[in-house]
């Protein structure tokens, strides 16, 4: 016969394992504080033995009723067994914080491809949102209040950098968030350690358009610069959440593995085009071209956002009848007059492309970028008409 006196009486001591002769429930809920540093934690789950009496009390009750309903009797003890149930489950979330529901790292980028790769190396420990879209010139945007609102809640900031975002300091005072500011283990400059292009060599003034005095900030348009936008983040990541670094380190590693295998593709698909002679609007594509072989060999505006002059439109079109040019690659954001204009004089075609993630629909990750500015400039190759 059942002994409940001595159910009740063992559950009574459950908080203390003296021996394994006691029921194992508490037990394990002080093995798995063990094995997690933590078993001071785990003497702090009072409310087990208390539920283990209740369902030791609920069957001598039921048992000494004689005339109760076996179903009551089966209800009682079942709904004593799930608070138990539950209770081990809490218990658990609390011994081990990365158990489950862990609030996420808030990241805020300021394009959708610092985004996009954030987004992988932080896996499901980090909710990111970007503040410019996919289609707009990265150069120009309206510091919003909703910006700084979104800042002041962030635990990290991601920035292209290189004078790209000058609108963001802006953001960076008004959002009143020290975790994030300059120097802070909360700010990101994704471009430290890039080999960066067009650097000014001469004196800078007004004269030289707007012209960066860092060098070309269209960085990320290389996709080898991918990985050390990605190392940027990584560090970035485990400086405010260091217990995570092994699964921050991991994504990286296969960040890296897919962009290298992405990359040998692209290289190949590419490779029958290397050396072909383009136009280009703005200084948007020098990193871009460099890595896959294209040769810009002159831009629409005459200098960095200077409007082109009607001489330097037809001496374009003189230079173009010349060498044969057939293509005009030009960004989203950028007029189309000009160009198509320039194409009708000349036969070429032009090209818009999109300059970041999500600049078109089907773009959603910086893989994808690159597989379709890859194609549409394969297709262009291709199909660019004769003069």
Request: contains cysteine; aromatic residues 8%; proline residues 6%.
């Amino acid at each position: 016969m059942l002994n409940i006196h001595a159910l009740s009486g063992s559950s009574r001591n459950m908080k203390t394992c003296p021996d394994e002769s006691q029921d194992q429930i508490p037990c394990f809920l002080a093995m798995k504080a063990k094995t997690t540093g933590m078993t001071e934690r785990a003497t702090k789950c009072h409310s087990l033995p208390e539920r283990w009496h209740e369902l030791s009390s609920a069957l001598q009750a039921g048992l000494s009723g004689g005339v109760q309903s076996v179903f009551e009797l089966k209800e009682k003890i079942l709904r004593s067994a799930i608070i138990v149930c539950f209770s081990i489950i809490i218990s658990l979330m609390v011994l081990n914080p990365n158990y489950a529901f862990a609030k996420k790292i808030r990241v805020i980028t300021t394009s959708t491809d610092l985004k996009s790769i954030a987004e992988f190396i932080g896996g499901d420990r980090v909710k990111v949102e970007n503040i410019t879209k996919g289609y707009q010139n990265p150069h120009i945007v309206d510091p919003k209040p909703s910006y700084m609102l979104k800042l002041n809640k962030a635990d990290l900031f991601v920035k292209v950098g290189l004078d790209l975002e000058l609108w963001a300091q802006l953001l960076e005072e008004g959002a009143r968030n020290p975790r994030i500011r300059f120097g802070s283990p909360g700010y990101v400059d994704a471009s430290i350690g890039v080999k960066l292009l067009e650097i000014p060599q001469t004196r800078i003034d007004r004269s030289l358009g707007d012209i960066h005095v860092f060098g070309n900030p269209h960085y990320w348009l290389d996709p080898l610069n991918g990985k050390i936008i990605a190392h940027n983040i990584l560090e970035g990541l485990k400086r405010i959440s260091p217990e995570n670094t092994n699964y921050f380190e991991e994504n990286k590693r296969l960040f890296d593995k897919e962009l290298d295998t992405h990359l040998v593709k692209w290289l190949e698909k590419m490779k029958p085009y290397y050396g072909t002679n383009v136009i280009a609007y703005h200084k948007t594509w020098p990193n871009l071209a460099k890595r896959f072989g294209i040769n810009i060999v002159d831009y629409v505006e005459p200098k960095p956002g200077i409007s082109p002059s009607p001489a330097h439109i037809a001496n374009l079109i003189k230079r173009m009848r010349i060498e044969d040019i057939k293509l005009i690659i030009k960004e989203p954001y950028y007029e189309s007059k000009v160009p198509n204009f320039i194409s009708s004089k000349t036969g070429a075609r032009v090209l818009t492309l999109p300059t970041s993630v999500e600049g078109v629909s089907g773009i959603k990750d910086y893989f994808g970028l690159f597989d379709f500015i890859i194609n549409e400039l394969i297709n262009a190759f291709k199909e660019s008409p004769s003069p």
